[in-house]
């Protein structure tokens, strides 16, 4: 892409890999956390509720400092993530692509609730009549109904990342080619003193790419809609 | 064969039934709100009882006191809902294949192109449900519970959903499936017609409670169970076999224990056996023949019991040589008559008041004298 200069590539590039693991990485979990929101009923699920939205609320830097705090080389889980596994998160784009997926969870969560919960039970109820197992039914009933919802989540998910910035500067700071990502380059160019032409280019980027991101997402949502008939 | 001993409570309501239901179709009548669906959820397994027991063929499926509640999909039950419950991402196909994938290839007693052919849903294969209509919707519903080559097959008001018209088109497959593949049938129905219709013997389902099981003649025909039934419907089931027509004049000729009856022409097939509802108001009694009338059945009968006068109407309980008539007339006829038990007497009944929808065919006897079923 020869119209990019190397500084915007790089940015560019930071920024889609680590949207893309963020959402990949949080999306299981996140529709497992769905599940459960949606269909169980148990004690302190008020409270797991709001633990999940946390980081919808909180300001992100507070989010960025926990994660610091804990996944840091000398939190505890971050110690033991680098002595067990060799797995190094503060100041690295992983770093950067957790606490994208830490923020981005609570939206994802919701999207796949939501669309949960439109599932008509019935219909599970039929495929247990009809020889399916709990697990079975949920993958070959439950599953391809709320498609719709879990492409909502992955994009609101993906949005949310890429445009992450309070979270990721204050736990893996600003690292050009590992942790400066196009908000976080747009930052740092605005900073320079005659960075306004470069930063306006960084910012027509960020634009294209999540214009991009919404189409694809609304093209992916015709087909699956078509696909269920409605 | 399946037995039912179970107890459960939905808030103030009490559901306590005590059941055992065998081959052929069995309808569970009753109103909305007597414990119907409660009682086939819980067959299904997807509703839990508090207490009880459940065996399907000697095989139990819940059992409270061992703690035994085996999930929906081992119970081998196949289970046809009101609204179809088709899954909208799979064609037609591959919803009819859904639970027949699950069915160990040995076990597979039900061929799919038989189900296809009997329901009449080659051409829908490769559709998705949202553009079939309600009555194609129940059909796929049906053969894919089918498929499963159930050991029973529960239908919860499967034909609640549908207009006269597209109940007329489904009600003969399902007639046809028990007999066809040999399936014992649970129908759910709120129904009197549909019960006429299907079932060989009848469940009636009070407040939680069954108030009466056995045969459905025998059933309509007590009149102690008329305000459950329908008052209307009562003593007025009989077992006919169509002997012929006389288009000229109009008639379809039949006979029943209590000899020939001529009833409305009627689309029906010589030598069929059918179920004939004679509705009581339709009734009229004689002490003796009447000479030149309209009225074209005059079948001797004898007063079986007179009962009170209730809304301002008398049912009187006919034997018509071995068949149970009813009667419904006014106070004042009863009095006019002197009518006692044992009375002999003549019962009126115009063929233009039984109309071809009061006729069902229906087979006659039995699941033992049912043909051999198609099993490959």
């Known amino acids: 892409m020869p119209v990019l200069t190397p500084l915007e590539r790089e940015a560019l590039h930071l920024s889609l890999l680590v949207s893309g693991w963020a959402v990949a990485g949080s999306l299981p ?24 939205h946390l980081p919808l609320v909180l300001p992100p830097v507070v989010v960025g400092y926990a994660l610091l705090v804990l996944l840091g080389l000398n939190g505890p889980i971050g110690a033991r993530l680098h002595a067990w596994f060799g797995i190094t998160l503060a100041f690295t784009w992983k770093g950067a692509a957790v606490a994208s997926a830490v923020v981005a969870f609570p939206l994802m969560v919701r999207a796949m609730r939501l669309s949960l919960e439109s599932v008509d039970s019935g219909l599970e109820q039929a495929a ?3 020889g399916c197992g709990p697990l079975r039914t949920f993958f070959t009933v439950t599953l391809p109904l709320v498609l719709p919802g879990v492409l909502t989540g992955a994009i609101l998910g993906f949005a949310r990342s890429l445009s992450e910035f309070g979270a990721t500067i204050t736990f893996v700071s600003d690292i050009p080619g590992e942790t400066r990502t196009l908000p976080i380059a747009l930052y740092a160019l605005i900073q320079t003193p005659d960075g306004d032409a470069a930063a306006a280019r960084l910012c027509v980027i960020s634009i294209v790419v999540a214009l991009a991101a919404l189409l694809a997402s609304d093209l992916l949502a015709r087909r699956l809609k078509r696909q269920l008939g409605g | 064969m399946l037995e039912i001993a179970v107890r459960r409570r939905q808030g103030a309501f009490q559901l306590e039934v005590d059941l055992a239901t065998g081959a052929g179709v069995t309808a569970l009548f009753g109103p909305s709100g007597s414990g119907k669906t409660s009682l086939a959820n819980m067959v299904a397994g997807l509703a839990r009882p508090d207490q009880g027991r459940i065996t399907l063929d000697g095989r139990p499926l819940f059992d409270g006191a061992a703690r035994l509640d085996l999930p929906p999909e081992r119970r081998r039950i196949g289970y046809v809902f009101q ?10 196909r591959s919803n009819l294949i859904f639970g027949q994938r699950r069915v160990p290839a040995a076990e597979r007693a039900v061929p799919f192109d038989d189900v296809v052919a009997v329901l009449g849903i080659e051409a829908l294969l490769e559709r998705r449900p949202a553009r079939l209509s309600g ?20 239908m919860d008001e499967p034909l609640a959903a549908l207009d006269a018209a597209r109940k007329a088109e489904i009600l003969p497959f399902i007639a046809a499936l028990s007999r066809h593949f040999a399936t014992p049938i649970l129908y759910v129905s709120h129904s009197m017609d549909e019960v006429l219709q299907l079932a060989d013997s009848l469940v009636l389902l009070q407040n939680g409670q069954v108030a009466a099981h056995g045969p459905v003649e025998e059933l309509l025909a007590r009149p102690d169970l008329a305000p459950l039934t329908g008052r209307g419907h009562a003593g007025a089931v009989l077992r006919a076999t169509v002997t012929a027509h006389d288009d000229a004049a109009g008639v379809t000729r039949l006979a ?7 009833v409305a022409r009627a689309p029906l097939t010589p030598g069929q056996s059918v179920r004939v509802r004679i509705a009581a108001r339709d009734v009229s009694l004689a002490l003796d023949p009447p000479g030149r009338v309209s009225i074209q059945n005059c079948l001797p009968a004898s007063v079986v019991r007179v009962g009170p006068a209730e809304d301002g109407l008398v049912d009187v309980l006919l034997d018509c040589g071995g068949a149970r008539l009813w009667s419904q007339i006014t106070p004042l006829a009863r009095d006019r008559l002197h009518l006692r038990p044992g009375q002999p007497l003549h019962a009126l009944i115009k063929a233009a008041t039984i109309a071809a929808g009061d006729i069902a065919a229906k087979e006659g006897a039995m699941p033992c004298a049912s043909p051999s079923p198609r099993r490959t």
Do not use: C, N, Y
Request: charged letters at 20%; proline letters at 8%; zero cysteines.
């Open chain 1, 29 to 52: 979990p996140g529709l497992l956390a769905a599940w459960v929101l949606a269909r169980l009923r148990f004690p302190g699920k008020t409270l797991l509720d709001g633990l999940i």
């Open chain 1, 128 to 130: 247990r009549t009809l």
């Open chain 2, 83 to 92: 609204e179809g419950r088709l899954f909208p991402h799979l064609s037609v």
């Open chain 2, 135 to 154: 009555g194609e919707k129940q059909r796929v519903a049906i053969g894919r519970a089918l498929l499963t080559s159930p050991r029973l097959l529960l």
């Open chain 2, 256 to 262: 029943f224990a209590g000899g020939p009856l001529l």
